[in-house]
């Protein structure tokens, strides 16, 4: 027996939650690896990220499908119409699945910004750090040979030293 459009979309939703909770883990683990500079840790967690990114696309490639099936619009407008055409019962069921991926999805983002943020810090320190190594004080301003105002002072590299 076939599926009907409505236990279709259910069932493509059902693992859009399961693989963004999957991610949304993965996130929170990454972060844990991110401030311990577990570097290992911080690689596996990426390349296990990718797959679940891809799931996501090909699912959500496969709800708008459904959608066109039926006739709506891709998109929230399309799957609002969808929903608001379905039996109390089921309209209910979707709207509650719904609810619960948007929340995932949102902790996923919001994990991500943090996990974001922390790489960004890390980048900065590293960027001043090899400043520092190479000579170039970036925080330290001065004036050059010519009298003209930098933000960038020469000195001799500790490298150089080492």
Do not use: W
Request: net charge neutral; aromatic share 4%.
């Amino acid at each position: 027996m076939a599926m009907t459009s409505f236990q279709q979309l259910y069932s493509v939703l059902q693992a859009e939650h399961r693989t963004s909770t999957a991610l949304l883990e993965m996130l929170s683990a990454e972060r844990d690896a991110l401030m311990k500079s577990e570097v290992e840790t911080m690689a596996e967690m990426t390349a296990n990220k990718q797959p679940l990114v891809g799931q996501l696309e090909q699912l959500g490639r496969q709800r708008e499908a459904i959608l066109h099936a039926e006739g709506f619009s891709s998109g929230k407008d399309g799957l609002e119409a969808f929903i608001a055409n379905q039996n109390k019962d089921d309209a209910s069921k979707l709207n509650e699945l719904l609810q619960q991926l948007r929340v995932t999805a949102k902790a996923c983002h919001d994990n991500n910004q943090i996990n974001g943020g922390i790489v960004n810090v890390n980048r900065q320190h590293l960027h001043r750090a090899m400043s520092v190594l190479r000579g170039r004080d970036i925080n330290v301003t001065s004036y050059g040979p010519g009298g003209e105002y930098s933000s960038q002072v020469v000195r001799q590299p500790l490298l150089g030293r080492v």
